[in-house]
């Protein structure tokens, strides 16, 4: 057969087209589709290849994806509706020399005059020596790594060969779609084969429609951000397809539009790189009609989503550029590549990506690498905050939810306005990366009027981001018309997301409303009954209710839910504390202890929470070591253990120590204050100076009220707090003071 085929290579060379027969294809080659009386008149191949054969072909990621979705297009109603007598649709292994020419001269044997005739082509495409004698080849799935006239590719002869035959032999439409202008170390690299494949692509044909994914010195970008994983040309090609394209709205996509709509779309998204699709053929051509149901669908479905940029594959020129450079290049290149795999951007100074960067963009010899540097870098640097911002989305495990953590994306902002430096105000993703950077400032500060101007003006650059419109709701928490203004403009924005139902409830639990906070957590279970940070919020409303055992087995249904890899840890201390109200220090105690062995023993606020169950269980030596440690482990950002320990020196007579500890936890966690002032209450006490403790205690209830503020005050069972039990009196009148309805 390889005999066959090369002698058939020869012969055409020579002499110019020959028959299906003569070029050593026998009629077992044709694919099994027999021809066909229906009614449709669109014939059409479309064959896609990510993965070669020939090892020493670089491999592509999404080709075959490619073409599958294409061929999906065309069994759609807006497509055409084509059926398998055709629609013919090869990939990978299937797309071999014998099979693709086959399925070709299939379609010379069944159109007809006015029929139409679509070929698309996703893979390689190369041509070893510049010469007449080779217009360049598609390769297909069993070509050689060089070689080409040795079978296993298809001659853009061959392929003019049966486009001029469909059109001026049969008189069909003909429509040729090819996306072979790939990166990648090829046999002809050198000379730029790739791209002369691409040129002669575009010259060889004269009364057909051709759609090309590039201009013949570009090279074609595919990556995750298109589809989950496509090119950039065929996303967007599918797109327009589909009715985006049609510009004056007239259910008519023609040449002309889908021209100006890939022009707008690849070229911006695929920035620093350049990709520009080409058009050949009468612009006014009509290509489809638009279904406008599909393009409804495709336009909700698209409607929401958090537009993604990502890295693109530059293998095969990377390889060709680092072989002309020394190995001083090469070695940094290298360590600006492992930073990036390794997240260290802008930090340490000296051996980060961004140093790295400096240094690589300023080497001439790597220009031809520059471009994808840059946007790899870019990529890299979004990544993490489009990763958080797509958990919000998807079910809110957050690291912060998760933790517990205060500021946990706090290097976002900085990584942000350095991907917009390396991308610039032009790009397409300036507004969207701008308004993300906005976002993560906001969520890095506990100011109210800070945070509410931080999302206004990422809303400002992205009017409709759903993170921050639902961020929004939480900072009204009095005033009910703008939170609800905002969470309606987020279920807008992405509708039958639960969260905005979740972030009403933590405002009305925030004024003890619970009843109606309640309300709200009904409405995001009835979206999503599963939804664990539902059921871990209703817990702990159920709690601060007193319904302790009703919160209790939605606490134990979270945590019996969560995966391996989640480590809810709110739920792990709601439950302790729920187990302290009920006097179950043993279940609280061993609440605490597993949190521990799940996260390990590395995590300083979890020996805090322990800490706090031994001092509520009464066994203060025991609570004083699991506080130390809680220190030890974190002294600057362990919340409550200063406070916490002081607690327990107040108590136990060490009153210098206590005050030192109490000032230490006032002045880095001035947001706990009313806990801190009720402690220096109980250390007054302790030192029978009630005037001194209740000062503290009406600055703890001016702070506002917590259901569980009172925890450190038990005056009717602590016998350590009779000076505030013998003036109870003073005590009631403080709380008909702030909270009349509570008594």
């Known amino acids: 057969m390889k005999t066959k085929l090369l002698l058939g290579i020869i012969l055409f060379l020579l ?9 050593g294809v026998t009629p077992a080659n044709h694919p099994t589709i027999q021809p066909s009386n229906h009614p449709t008149n669109t014939y059409a191949v479309v064959a896609g290849i990510s993965n070669y054969q020939d090892p020493l072909i670089p491999d592509l990621k999404y080709a075959h994806r490619d073409a599958e979705a294409f061929a999906n297009f065309l069994r759609s109603p807006a497509g055409g509706a084509l059926d398998d007598d ?8 299937q797309v071999t020399l014998g099979k693709f020419d086959a399925a070709l001269w299939w379609l010379v044997d069944e159109c007809k005059e006015g029929d139409q005739v679509i070929i698309y082509f996703s893979g390689h495409g190369d041509v070893e020596r510049r010469s007449i004698s080779q217009p360049g080849f598609l390769l297909c799935w069993d070509a050689p790594h060089h070689g080409y006239t040795g079978g296993g590719t298809y001659s853009i002869f061959f392929l003019k060969d049966i486009v001029s035959t469909l059109s001026i032999q049969n008189k069909a439409k003909v429509t040729v779609i090819t996306d072979a202008c790939r990166s990648g170390k090829l046999a002809g690299s050198n000379i730029g084969g790739a791209q002369a494949t691409a040129q002669n692509l575009s010259a060889l044909f004269e009364n057909e429609i051709k759609i090309l994914s590039c201009q013949p010195d570009e090279y074609s970008i595919e990556g995750e951000q298109w589809g989950g994983g496509r090119g950039a040309f065929s996303y967007h090609l599918l797109n327009g397809l589909y009715g985006m394209a049609d510009a004056d709205q007239d259910n008519i996509v023609t040449l002309k539009e889908i021209d100006r709509y890939l022009e707008d779309l690849v070229s911006a998204e695929v920035a620093p790189e350049n ?3 080409m058009t050949i053929g009468n ?3 009509k290509l489809v009609d638009v279904n406008p149901a599909l393009l409804e669908q495709l336009q909700k479905g698209q409607k929401g989503q958090m537009q993604l940029f990502t890295a693109t594959e530059s293998r095969g020129i990377e390889e060709e550029v680092l072989a002309s450079v020394d190995s001083t290049v090469r070695q940094l290149y290298a360590a600006f590549q492992k930073a990036l795999r390794d997240k260290q951007f802008l930090e340490p100074e000296h051996a980060c990506a961004d140093t790295y960067y400096e240094q690589l963009i300023r080497e001439p010899n790597l220009e031809r690498l520059h471009a994808a540097m840059r946007r790899n870098y870019a990529a890299a640097l979004q990544d993490d905050a489009q990763q958080m911002l797509n958990a919000y989305l998807k ?3 957050t690291r912060r939810m998760l933790t517990g953590e205060k500021f946990p994306y706090k290097q976002y902002p900085a990584q942000l306005e350095k991907a917009i430096e390396l991308l610039g105000e032009q790009h397409y993703m300036y507004p969207l990366l701008q308004a993300r950077r906005y976002y993560f400032l906001a969520d890095n500060t506990t100011d109210l009027e800070e945070k509410r101007n931080a999302l206004l003006t990422a809303i400002k650059y992205q009017p409709d981001m759903p993170q921050a419109l639902c961020e929004m709701i939480r ?7 703008s939170a609800y203004y905002y969470h309606k403009k987020t279920l807008e924005s992405a509708p039958g997301w639960d969260f905005p139902y979740l972030q009403m409830a933590i405002n009305y639990d925030r004024r003890e409303e619970f009843d109606s906070a309640l309300i709200w957590i009904e409405k995001a279970l009835a979206i999503d009954s599963a939804h664990l940070y539902a059921k871990f919020g209703k817990g702990t409303i159920l709690a601060k209710m007193h319904r302790y055992r009703e919160a209790e087995k939605l606490f134990l249904e979270v945590i019996n839910s969560v995966s391996e890899d989640v480590c809810f840890y709110c739920v792990y201390n709601n439950l302790s504390v729920l187990y302290i109200h009920l006097g179950e220090f043993d279940k609280a105690i061993a609440n605490a202890e597993q949190l521990i062995q799940i996260q390990g023993d590395s995590v300083a606020q979890n020996y805090n929470t322990l800490g706090w169950v031994y001092f509520k269980a009464n066994r203060l030596k025991e609570a004083e070591q699991q506080l130390l ?7 600057l950002n362990v919340d409550y253990a200063h406070a916490n320990l002081g607690l327990i020196y107040a108590k136990t007579g060490r009153y210098e120590e206590a005050v030192q500890l ?4 006032l002045s880095r966690q001035p947001d706990n204050a009313r806990a801190i002032y009720m402690d220096y209450a109980v250390l007054y006490s302790h030192q029978n100076k009630p005037d001194q403790a209740f000062e503290y205690l009406e600055m703890a209830f001016q702070k506002g009220y917590d259901y569980t503020g009172e925890s450190h005050l038990d005056i009717d069972t602590d016998p350590s707090l009779k000076i505030l039990r013998d003036q109870r009196a003073r005590w009631e009148a403080l709380l008909k003071k702030y909270y009349p309805e509570k008594r």
């Open 15 to 23: 002499s110019g087209a020959l028959s299906a027969q003569e070029r």
């Open 86 to 93: 055709h629609l013919l649709l090869l990939t990978n292994e």
């Open 275 to 277: 990709q520009n699709p």
């Open 283 to 285: 612009k006014t051509e």
């Open 395 to 397: 079910g809110g495990f």
């Open 475 to 481: 900072t009204y928490p009095e005033n009910f018309d």
């Open 629 to 635: 440690t809680a220190i030890h482990l974190d002294s």
């Open 662 to 665: 109490l000032e230490k936890a």
